[in-house]
Structures are given as structure tokens and as C-alpha cells.
């Protein structure tokens, strides 16, 4: 069974600070996508990221994927009351499922 | 272009019981996934059909049933409820499966007392 663990479970900070959250597995995949999720909401794109030492950026958000395929990161800069929400990760092992990760649920303090 | 539209938003039901959900996904796209989300376990995939046909299928008993229609709208059904069935269960659409865009449905919050 293939897990994808995501680090911070939990995370609160002022608005104005940057941050850091983590996806990682055991195993390799062959494409990695994060979400956010608002309440009351279903969760929504943010990228794909598909090739080994990847790194996206959308905005203030920058995403990398490991080289070794097996771990991912976000990046938020100059965090803003906006980006609170869930955040999941969630990887293709080479099947036609989608896993997601453990989530990380982040509230921006104005 | 209208969003994935789930049906109910909330449903409150008792042990014992059964429940369908509805998930009509966007139109021109063929495959519907459906996942349930609980604070314990996350995002956990059920099924997924394509095509009016199950392709894939998650870890859960029997009691958790889906099919699609020709025009691509699918249900699910749970049957004889268990309090442990409480959560938000969400619907994805996409073109052709899981590896292309999955767009989510707001959900349907079942509870079972």
C-alpha cells in the first residue's frame, strides 16, 4: 500500500511569514498534484508536477518535486489570509488511482 | 461551462439505512471518481468508472456500490449504514481518467446516527 505522509498536520502563522509543508512516500510516483481545499468545498488544482526535480512556480506559491520522485514541497511566500485552507498532495503510483496524502491544514492569522 | 454538481449537500440518515448519491460531472467528461473524506483517515479513493464501466476500485466492503448512465452522471450507494460511514463524500470528473485534471464536486456530508 502506497502512503503519502504530509508535514505539518497543522500549521498557524502570521500573515506576512513564509512557509514550508511536505509530501513524502516510500514509494516512487509518476506524478505528483496539489490541491487546496476550502470548507464546504471540494478540494481544487493547484499544479502537476511530473518530472523529477521540478519546480513550478504560481505566484506566491512555488512547488518542487524531488528528484528521486518520491517527495514534493510547497512553498508559500508573504503568506495572506487567502491561503488558508487544506492543503493535499496527491500522487499516480503508475496506476489509474489517485492517493492523497495526510493533508495539511494551514490558517494565516491577519 | 457548469462545475461537477453533487446531490444532496447533506443527508442525515440511520444505522441500518441506505443512501445514493448523485455526481453529475462536467459536460464531455467521461470518467467519475468518487472518494470519501473523514478527519481520521483523509482523502480515500472508492471507485472509479469510465465509460458506464467500474475501472478501478478502492479498499472498501461490498456495502459501497456506484455505476454510471450513458451521459456519464454517476451514483453511489451505500448500503445497511454504520455510524463509521459518517463523512464528506466527493466526486471528481475528469476527460479520461485520474491522470489527466480531476475537478471536485462541493460534496454530499452524509451523517449516520
Known amino acids: 500500500t502506497q502512503l503519502l505522509e504530509q508535514s505539518p498536520q497543522f500549521l498557524s502563522i502570521q500573515e506576512g511569514e513564509n512557509l514550508t509543508v511536505y509530501c513524502n512516500s516510500s514509494s516512487v510516483f509518476s506524478s505528483l498534484q496539489w490541491y487546496r481545499q476550502e470548507p464546504g468545498e471540494g478540494p481544487v488544482l493547484l499544479v502537476t508536477v511530473v518530472t523529477g526535480g521540478e519546480v513550478k512556480k504560481l505566484k506566491r506559491l512555488t512547488f518542487q518535486f524531488g528528484d528521486a520522485r518520491k517527495d514534493s514541497s510547497l512553498h508559500i511566500t508573504a503568506a495572506q489570509p487567502g491561503d488558508t485552507g487544506l492543503y493535499l498532495c496527491a500522487a499516480n503510483f503508475g496506476n489509474e488511482k489517485l492517493t492523497f496524502g495526510t493533508g495539511t491544514r494551514l490558517t494565516i492569522i491577519p | 461551462k457548469a462545475g461537477v454538481t453533487q446531490t444532496p449537500r447533506y443527508l442525515i440518515k440511520t444505522r441500518g439505512q441506505q443512501v445514493t448519491l448523485s455526481c453529475s460531472p462536467i459536460s464531455g467528461h467521461r470518467s467519475v471518481s468518487w472518494y470519501q473524506q473523514t478527519p481520521g483517515q483523509g482523502l480515500q479513493f472508492l471507485f472509479e468508472?469510465?465509460?458506464?464501466?467500474?475501472?478501478n476500485k478502492g479498499n472498501f466492503p461490498g456495502r459501497f456500490s456506484g455505476r454510471q448512465f450513458s451521459n456519464s452522471r454517476s451514483e453511489m450507494n451505500v448500503s445497511t449504514l454504520e455510524l463509521g460511514d459518517s463523512a464528506l463524500y466527493l466526486c471528481?470528473?475528469?476527460?479520461?481518467?485520474?491522470?489527466?485534471?480531476?475537478?471536485f464536486g462541493a460534496g454530499t456530508r452524509l451523517s449516520v446516527l
Open positions: 468508472y469510465f465509460s458506464e464501466t467500474q475501472r
Open positions: 471528481a470528473s475528469s476527460l479520461e481518467g485520474p491522470r489527466n485534471i480531476q475537478y
